[in-house]
């Protein structure tokens, strides 16, 4: 196994407020920036070579609430998140500053990256737990068995996941699973563990381990006991199916060798299009960013505390680098304040008292510069973060203003052309579609060689490989692999812990050269469909936040070309996000409001079947490379596993579309066989590692891809049955299965059965299908809707035949 991380990560997540923070106990919101102390200017992130001891830090809280709670103040959090002892271990990008000011808050802030925390190192605390909740002890409570799966990973480690809900949802109740080691084995004799309680928007959810558990052997049943009396004992199956076989002999991969710009990306995918064109093509997307571009600025100190910025009106490479401003103390005295410019070189002569010193203010200099023609054609000037400007100005020879932009000259300051590679020999809008996009983050390196990957797999296997050509010849497949070039070049070339795209929102009092680092739009919180400015959780306001979702809905080009993509080609119904890290895999819908965990609908009861049906091909595909497992603990809709993404695109294609979307978080946790743990990747892991996790995702896109396949021809009709499951003196209890994902709907009233019926739905979340109890005798009529619109029997629901499903339950002693 390849070592997964060697060293440490520098990173960022952008607390909202200026640097140093200025947070309060009693004060959750994001905070004005203070003004600065005397002679002081606030340290604030730098350029990627003066990053001043920015990292990729691990926190842990005690719950989602306390996950919230770093999301509304901004804190730059990584999409990663899982349990541990002591609650919750997120990552978070902080320099010293703001890492020493979330400890004065309370949290617990460690360092770097590393491995969970050891179980022992709490014993003594659980045991506590286990006591007090003994005490507490009341009613039995009933156990609902969600999942209990083992699987491989990597090295051939056997793994356990377990979820139980309990009826009882305080925190005093305590599930302990105990196992077998196989077949006519003790029910014990695999081991025992005390499970953990999983909340969410101080919600009880359920019970599960912290991780999966590594095995030495494979159980065959496991047993859940609680505190309060309750227990369950369940079969253990296998998550994900057989590894796939590797594919023909002249199937050919691999196809990346090293991390790559946005402009090395769309380069690739139009050379692709040149040398295939008889079944791919350019897709221009009609929005054209704002560019890898910024104005060029300079910064000058005060005697006392003020401080003063100047901002190009040009952009740096169109002029405004070569601007240069001098503020120069006159030899005489009792001098007027004066701006003088030649070509664009600015001097500021400043004013003097009767004996000759300095007395112009900041505010003095940044009126007389916006008041000069000259000088205001060529730029602006402001006050340092809103300051009132009442210090003395220094003395500071010229100074040239710099955009701080220092990507080669191949990458182009101008706005970028993104552009989409369209796969398929027939493209002409009858094909199923399905959209792969990758790199919404800027950070995430590792995501757009999974989409690059991808197209290249399926254009050279083309010719040489059966499976492939029918992908091809049956589907229309649009690949973008990059979504976010312009934050993808400033984190390649300037600033690697960017998230955002570039585009600064922020008024002057945030337009400092300092805060650089801290604008620009999440991309991935941009969207329309429950958003920040709906009221959900998980975005920002705030134009220096990390997570922050722009002015408004939609407002960056690269939003508004994802909604044209998917409006202007209809025929899309399958689209893949990929981001990284943490190994997830995750689906509508994806955002809640925090009070009441209030979640955006979910999708239906086959919908969701159809869902988990999927991801055992899908996460086979990934699994197929290396032996990669994606934990079950990790696969559901986004809130269930991970935490509320306001405006995410998912949604955005979901609820307005209809676009059956999945997101996947390459960078699966690796296992080191050696401590027993797993470890984190990051962001940027070493490019060993960082080509693992593009091979094996992109098998998974591909796996994506026959998914859609299978749909687009599917024309059988499902079956459907009715299972009665409890029957007393008063009353019975049935539900219905199917033999494949498929809607049911059914009347109780002796009604004909249509759309407009009621549908069968989950009994609960991560549940099967619900119980319906009846207190008379009832006729039950049904029919059943697979996912691609098969309707079983060929019924037809909104016409008048009778071919529905019908069935008499009978209640007592009826006959």
Same mark, same amino acid.
């Given at each position: 196994?390849?070592?997964?991380?060697?060293?440490?990560?520098?990173?960022?997540?952008?607390?909202?407020?200026?640097?140093?923070?200025?947070?309060?106990?009693?004060?959750?919101?994001?905070?004005?920036?203070?003004?600065?102390?005397?002679?002081?200017?606030?340290?604030?992130?730098?350029?990627?070579?003066?990053?001043?001891?920015?990292?990729?830090?691990?926190?842990?809280?005690?719950?989602?609430?306390?996950?919230?709670?770093?999301?509304?103040?901004?804190?730059?959090?990584?999409?990663?998140?899982?349990?541990?002892?002591?609650?919750?271990?997120?990552?978070?990008?902080?320099?010293?500053?703001?890492?020493?000011?979330?400890?004065?808050?309370?949290?617990?802030?460690?360092?770097?990256?590393?491995?969970?925390?050891?179980?022992?190192?709490?014993?003594?605390?659980?045991?506590?737990?286990?006591?007090?909740?003994?005490?507490?002890?009341?009613?039995?409570?009933?156990?609902?068995?969600?999942?209990?799966?083992?699987?491989?990973?990597?090295?051939?480690?056997?793994?356990?996941?377990?979820?139980?809900?309990?009826?009882?949802?305080?925190?005093?109740?305590?599930?302990?699973?105990?196992?077998?080691?196989?077949?006519?084995?003790?029910?014990?004799?695999?081991?025992?563990?005390?499970?953990?309680?999983?909340?969410?928007?101080?919600?009880?959810?359920?019970?599960?381990?912290?991780?999966?558990?590594?095995?030495?052997?494979?159980?065959?049943?496991?047993?859940?006991?609680?505190?309060?009396?309750?227990?369950?004992?369940?079969?253990?199956?296998?998550?994900?199916?057989?590894?796939?076989?590797?594919?023909?002999?002249?199937?050919?991969?691999?196809?990346?060798?090293?991390?790559?710009?946005?402009?090395?990306?769309?380069?690739?995918?139009?050379?692709?299009?040149?040398?295939?064109?008889?079944?791919?093509?350019?897709?221009?997307?009609?929005?054209?960013?704002?560019?890898?571009?910024?104005?060029?600025?300079?910064?000058?100190?005060?005697? #006392? *505390?003020?401080?003063?910025? /100047? !901002?190009? =009106?040009?952009?740096?490479?169109?002029? %405004?680098? +070569?601007? @240069?401003? $001098?503020?120069?103390?006159?030899?005489?005295?009792? #001098? *007027?304040?004066?701006?003088? /410019? !030649?070509? =664009?070189?600015?001097?500021?002569?400043? %004013?003097? +008292?009767? @004996?000759? $010193?300095?007395?112009?203010?900041?505010?003095?200099?940044?009126?007389?510069?916006?008041?000069?023609?000259?000088?205001?054609?060529?730029?602006?000037?402001?006050?340092?973060?809103?300051? $009132?400007?009442?210090?003395?100005?220094?003395?500071?020879?010229?100074?040239?203003?710099?955009?701080?932009?220092?990507?080669?000259?191949?990458?182009?300051?101008?706005?970028?052309?993104?552009?989409?590679?369209?796969?398929?020999?027939?493209?002409?809008?009858?094909?199923?579609?399905?959209?792969?996009?990758?790199?919404?983050?800027?950070?995430?390196?590792?995501?757009?060689?999974?989409?690059?990957?991808?197209?290249?797999?399926?254009?050279?296997?083309?010719?040489?490989?059966?499976?492939?050509?029918?992908?091809?010849?049956?589907?229309?497949?649009?690949?973008?692999?990059?979504?976010?070039?312009?934050?993808?070049?400033?984190?390649?070339?300037?600033?690697?812990?960017?998230?955002?795209?570039?585009?600064?929102?922020?008024?002057?009092?945030?337009?400092?050269?300092?805060?650089?680092?801290?604008?620009?739009?999440?991309?991935?919180?941009?969207?329309?469909?429950?958003?920040?400015?709906?009221?959900?959780?998980?975005?920002?306001?705030?134009?220096?936040?990390?997570?922050?979702?722009?002015?408004?809905?939609?407002?960056?080009?690269?939003?508004?070309?994802?909604?044209?993509?998917?409006?202007?080609?209809?025929?899309?119904?399958?689209?893949?996000?990929?981001?990284?890290?943490?190994?997830?895999?995750?689906?509508?819908?994806?955002?809640?409001?925090?009070?009441?965990?209030?979640?955006?609908?979910?999708?239906?009861?086959?919908?969701?079947?159809?869902?988990?049906?999927?991801?055992?091909?899908?996460?086979?595909?990934?699994?197929?490379?290396?032996?990669?497992?994606?934990?079950?603990?990790?696969?559901?809709?986004?809130?269930?596993?991970?935490?509320?993404?306001?405006?995410?695109?998912?949604?955005?294609?979901?609820?307005?579309?209809?676009?059956?979307?999945?997101?996947?978080?390459?960078?699966?946790?690796?296992?080191?066989?050696?401590?027993?743990?797993?470890?984190?990747?990051?962001?940027?892991?070493?490019?060993?590692?960082?080509?693992?996790?593009?091979?094996?995702?992109?098998?998974?896109?591909?796996?994506?891809?026959?998914?859609?396949?299978?749909?687009?021809?599917?024309?059988?009709?499902?079956?459907?049955?009715?299972?009665?499951?409890?029957?007393?003196?008063?009353?019975?209890?049935?539900?219905?299965?199917?033999?494949?994902?498929?809607?049911?709907?059914?009347?109780?009233?002796?009604?004909?059965?249509?759309?407009?019926?009621?549908?069968?739905?989950?009994?609960?979340?991560?549940?099967?299908?619900?119980?319906?109890?009846?207190?008379?005798?009832?006729?039950?009529?049904?029919?059943?809707?697979?996912?691609?619109?098969?309707?079983?029997?060929?019924?037809?629901?909104?016409?008048?035949?009778?071919?529905?499903?019908?069935?008499?339950?009978?209640?007592?002693?009826?006959?």
């Amino acid at each position: 196994m390849r070592s997964p991380l060697n060293g440490r990560r520098a990173g960022r997540v952008a607390v909202v407020l200026a640097l140093p923070l200025a947070l309060s106990l009693s004060a959750m919101p994001v905070l004005a920036d203070p003004a600065p102390q005397a002679s002081e200017v606030a340290p604030d992130r730098q350029s990627s070579t003066e990053q001043n001891g920015v990292a990729l830090l691990r926190v842990i809280v005690p719950d989602q609430e306390a996950v919230d709670r770093l999301n509304t103040m901004g804190v730059d959090l990584a999409e990663y998140k899982r349990s541990v002892d002591e609650g919750l271990e997120v990552h978070a990008v902080l320099s010293p500053e703001e890492a020493q000011e979330l400890r004065v808050l309370g949290f617990d802030v460690r360092g770097a990256i590393s491995d969970q925390t050891d179980v022992a190192e709490n014993r003594a605390a659980r045991q506590e737990a286990l006591t007090k909740a003994a005490e507490a002890a009341a009613d039995t409570d009933t156990l609902t068995p969600l999942r209990a799966e083992w699987f491989t990973s990597l090295d051939g480690e056997y793994f356990l996941a377990v979820e139980v809900k309990s009826s009882a949802t305080d925190a005093q109740t305590v599930l302990t699973a105990t196992w077998d080691s196989g077949k006519n084995t003790a029910p014990d004799s695999g081991g025992t563990t005390t499970m953990s309680r999983f909340t969410d928007a101080g919600q009880y959810m359920y019970h599960r381990f912290n991780s999966p558990l590594a095995l030495t052997a494979v159980p065959t049943k496991v047993t859940v006991t609680s505190n309060r009396g309750g227990s369950v004992t369940v079969p253990v199956t296998k998550w994900l199916g057989e590894r796939r076989k590797a594919p023909s002999k002249h199937y050919v991969a691999d196809f990346v060798d090293r991390y790559m710009d946005p402009t090395e990306l769309t380069g690739r995918i139009t050379a692709l299009a040149a040398e295939f064109p008889k079944i791919s093509q350019i897709v221009d997307l009609p929005n054209k960013t704002n560019g890898y571009r910024r104005a060029a600025q300079a910064q000058f100190g005060t005697v #006392a *505390a003020s401080t003063l910025y /100047v !901002s190009s =009106k040009a952009y740096g490479h169109e002029g %405004g680098n +070569d601007i @240069s401003v $001098a503020l120069v103390r006159p030899d005489a005295a009792s #001098a *007027a304040l004066s701006v003088s /410019v !030649s070509g =664009k070189d600015v001097v500021v002569n400043l %004013g003097t +008292d009767g @004996s000759g $010193a300095i007395n112009s203010t900041a505010v003095q200099v940044v009126t007389a510069l916006n008041g000069d023609a000259a000088a205001s054609a060529l730029l602006t000037a402001a006050t340092y973060r809103g300051n $009132a400007g009442a210090g003395l100005v220094a003395a500071a020879a010229a100074t040239k203003l710099t955009d701080n932009l220092k990507a080669p000259a191949t990458v182009s300051r101008d706005p970028f052309q993104m552009k989409a590679l369209r796969i398929g020999k027939k493209r002409d809008g009858s094909k199923t579609g399905v959209f792969l996009y990758c790199q919404e983050h800027a950070r995430e390196w590792v995501t757009p060689l999974v989409c690059l990957e991808t197209a290249e797999r399926l254009l050279r296997n083309y010719a040489r490989d059966a499976e492939t050509k029918k992908l091809v010849d049956d589907l229309d497949i649009f690949i973008l692999p990059t979504s976010n070039p312009d934050g993808g070049h400033y984190s390649m070339y300037d600033y690697n812990m960017q998230r955002r795209n570039m585009f600064n929102h922020c008024d002057v009092n945030n337009g400092d050269p300092a805060r650089r680092n801290s604008w620009g739009v999440d991309l991935n919180r941009n969207f329309s469909v429950g958003s920040v400015f709906d009221g959900y959780s998980g975005a920002s306001t705030v134009c220096t936040s990390d997570t922050f979702a722009g002015p408004a809905e939609l407002s960056e080009p690269e939003a508004r070309n994802q909604v044209w993509l998917t409006t202007r080609f209809p025929n899309i119904k399958f689209a893949m996000n990929t981001h990284s890290y943490g190994g997830y895999f995750m689906w509508p819908p994806g955002a809640y409001k925090a009070a009441g965990r209030e979640l955006l609908p979910r999708v239906d009861y086959g919908t969701e079947n159809f869902f988990w049906k999927a991801s055992d091909h899908i996460l086979s595909a990934v699994q197929s490379w290396r032996g990669t497992a994606i934990w079950p603990g990790r696969t559901g809709p986004v809130p269930d596993v991970l935490y509320s993404a306001a405006g995410n695109s998912a949604d955005e294609h979901w609820f307005n579309r209809g676009i059956i979307g999945w997101d996947f978080e390459v960078g699966a946790d690796v296992y080191n066989p050696e401590t027993k743990r797993f470890q984190a990747v990051g962001f940027q892991p070493p490019f060993e590692e960082g080509h693992e996790e593009a091979m094996e995702f992109a098998a998974g896109q591909i796996g994506i891809l026959e998914v859609a396949r299978s749909f687009s021809g599917d024309k059988k009709q499902p079956k459907s049955e009715l299972s009665v499951t409890g029957q007393t003196g008063t009353s019975a209890t049935f539900t219905f299965k199917t033999d494949e994902p498929a809607n049911v709907y059914y009347t109780l009233d002796g009604s004909r059965p249509t759309l407009g019926s009621t549908k069968l739905a989950a009994a609960g979340m991560r549940e099967s299908a619900q119980q319906i109890t009846i207190d008379k005798t009832t006729e039950i009529r049904w029919f059943a809707v697979d996912i691609a619109g098969n309707v079983e029997n060929n019924y037809k629901p909104d016409g008048n035949g009778k071919n529905y499903r019908k069935e008499k339950v009978k209640v007592g002693d009826a006959r």
